[in-house]
């Protein structure tokens, strides 16, 4: 054996290129070629490996054992009268000797990532207790051992049903770096908690190493959000990635944001009341290392409206944050969006990535909502500076009067965009003032773009496919037109719109669109045609049409239709021969 496999490092590469990749046969090439792929890994391959020769046995074994959903196949690796399934659940029937002790921890000290789901263990303790109940045979877990922590590599541990278990000590020590919990405890609608389940208090009482840390509330008729009179982040200093769907108490946002190692922070706000606290804080800025916020409205459709989010942002630390997500809540108007996006200012060297999307809470029409407001060219131009974006999302409950002038200097300022969704939520209410000229400097502008929202008119075409020499974009492969104007009438526009599409985006494959209603009454029964379907049918078929080497069949009803992986491709040949 050549001395280079004595070295577990390149062992495990070795291991961990045969379980990511698998042979794929090539239709285009006939032959069998070899490529990473994203699932159904190669796990027989790495079982071979294993049973080469015992240099790879370990490290192999420790790619086979490194993720698990739940406990079950290691405690089947016990001798056969240490344990039952019954109902595809396994039961312990006995207490382990140190020899069942020995085969255990060795495969399960290869385990770093482990899934339990507590829903599916018949373990509840008796009332008013935090011990393991013999129902399932989980209490000879705590037995025959000194600690009773039974996978001692874990690194990354997802628990679903956290509660009274008693079972926390089994799966939680302080090697955990990273610590995803989903509380569903059931609780009577007149109770409210006044301290988190047993298992939250021990799993968060000994987590000095723990670097990410995720809650989410499946908590049953809850009066109240659970975690607004707890204060769980005591002994986790070191975090660097938080992510809570449920309100946290005071002490704990305050903590959260001071916490020098915090990267990124994920959580949710019922009103303006729950921003107070850190707007409070005048002597140091907030979130000092914070790269990535989200800001997220609550289940009951409430959360914190632009002003107090354009607060928070203008306490954030400069020079460091590189992607914004806020969803507010509350009317907004041209003003109010202007002061959100000037807040911005400070962070645009490092910005990256911005989400601003707005919900609705005023029980008004949306209709009329939206004729009070309308978003224009002008409020763009605060984020002009920030030449280093790569995504951009903007959806508030307004309406969109955008046109090429702007998307021009848009494309200038972000050459980097990858990118660009604009009113994608309810579309912009009002004939695009985009068209195809717009579309085609993003393209030659923005190279790397590969995610495109935009209505775009159609009946007001200013390129011609045939003279023009017309950017290429081979990243796009589905647009979003949202609620584009159409044509009903002329050929030549409906020609020519498929032209350029098929010319600009080669690798298209789906066309999403939605009934432009400011265009077009509501469809009054079933049988009632559609002519924004029909417009978007016509195009797609002038597609297919150009290239006659593909058979295609478009549903009548289907409104996101795909075009076929490579038929643009076939088309733009023969319009350049």
Not at 22 to 32: C, F, H, M
Not at 207 to 218: A, T, V
Request: proline fraction near 6%; include cysteine; charge should be neutral.
């Amino acid at each position: 054996m050549h001395h280079c496999l004595e070295i577990d490092e390149i062992l495990a590469v070795i291991v961990d290129y045969a379980y990511e990749s698998r042979p794929t046969y090539d239709a285009a090439e006939g032959i069998s070629v070899q490529r990473t792929q994203l699932r159904g890994f190669d796990k027989a391959t790495v079982l071979a490996l294993a049973l080469t020769c015992r240099s790879f046995t370990d490290a192999a074994l420790n790619r086979l054992w490194h993720s698990q959903k739940g406990i079950d196949r290691v405690l089947r690796t016990l001798p056969a009268d240490a344990w039952s399934e019954k109902r595809a659940d396994v039961h312990i029937t006995r207490p382990l000797s140190i020899a069942d002790w020995g085969r255990f921890d060795y495969y399960a000290g290869k385990v770093r990532v482990l899934e339990f789901q507590s829903s599916r263990i018949h373990n509840r303790p008796p009332e008013n207790s935090y011990e393991p109940s013999p129902v399932q045979g989980f209490h000879y877990l705590f037995t025959g051992r000194k600690i009773p922590l039974l996978f001692s590599q874990l690194r990354h541990f997802t628990w679903s049903g956290i509660g009274n278990t008693g079972l926390a000590p089994l799966f939680v020590g302080q090697q955990l770096e990273l610590l995803n919990l989903t509380l569903s405890v059931l609780q009577r609608a007149h109770q409210a908690y006044v301290s988190p389940p047993d298992d939250l208090k021990f799993a968060l009482g000994i987590l000095p190493r723990l670097q990410c840390f995720f809650i989410h509330n499946q908590m049953i008729r809850t009066p109240v959000e659970p975690c607004s009179a707890w204060d769980i982040f005591g002994s986790c200093s070191n975090l660097r990635v938080v992510r809570v769907d449920l309100k946290l108490s005071t002490n704990d946002l305050v903590r959260i944001a001071l916490m020098p190692s915090l990267v990124e922070f994920h959580f949710v706000a019922n009103s303006n009341d729950d921003l107070a606290p850190l707007l409070m804080i005048r002597d140091q800025p907030l979130f000092p290392s914070l790269r990535t916020i989200a800001l997220g409205q609550s289940r009951n459709r409430c959360g914190a409206d632009i002003s107090s989010c354009a607060a928070l942002l203008e306490k954030m630390n400069p020079g460091v944050l590189q992607d914004i997500s806020l969803e507010v809540v509350g009317t907004s108007s041209s003003a109010m969006r202007s002061k959100l996006l000037s807040s911005l200012r400070m962070h645009r060297s490092t910005l990256r990535k911005l989400r601003l999307v707005g919900l609705r809470t005023n029980p008004a029409p949306i209709q009329l909502l939206r004729e009070q407001d309308v978003f224009e060219d002008s409020e763009l131009a605060p984020l002009l500076s920030f030449t280093g974006l790569t995504h951009l999302w903007l959806s508030f409950i307004c309406r969109y009067d955008l046109g090429d002038s702007i998307v021009h200097r848009m494309a200038d300022s972000w050459p980097a965009l990858q990118s660009l969704k604009i009113g994608v939520t309810l579309g912009w209410d009002q004939r695009s003032r985009v068209t195809t000229y717009g579309l085609a400097r993003l393209i030659k502008t923005c190279p790397q773009m590969r995610e495109l929202a935009l209505p775009i008119d159609i009946s007001r075409n200013c390129l011609d496919p045939e003279r023009d020499e017309l950017p290429q974009s081979h990243h796009i492969t589905a647009i979003d037109l949202m609620d584009s104007a159409i044509v009903t009438e002329d050929e030549g526009a409906l020609d020519t719109t498929a032209r350029c599409f098929a010319a600009l985006l080669p690798e298209l494959t789906c066309i999403k669109s939605t009934r432009p209603l400011w265009q077009l009454p509501r469809l009054k029964g079933p049988d009632s045609s559609d002519t924004a379907q029909a417009c978007w049918t016509a195009i797609r078929n002038k597609i297919v049409m150009l290239c006659p080497d593909r058979e295609y069949v478009v549903s009548k009803h289907d409104n996101m239709c795909p075009i076929p992986r490579g038929l643009a491709t076939c088309m733009v040949s023969r319009l350049r021969s």
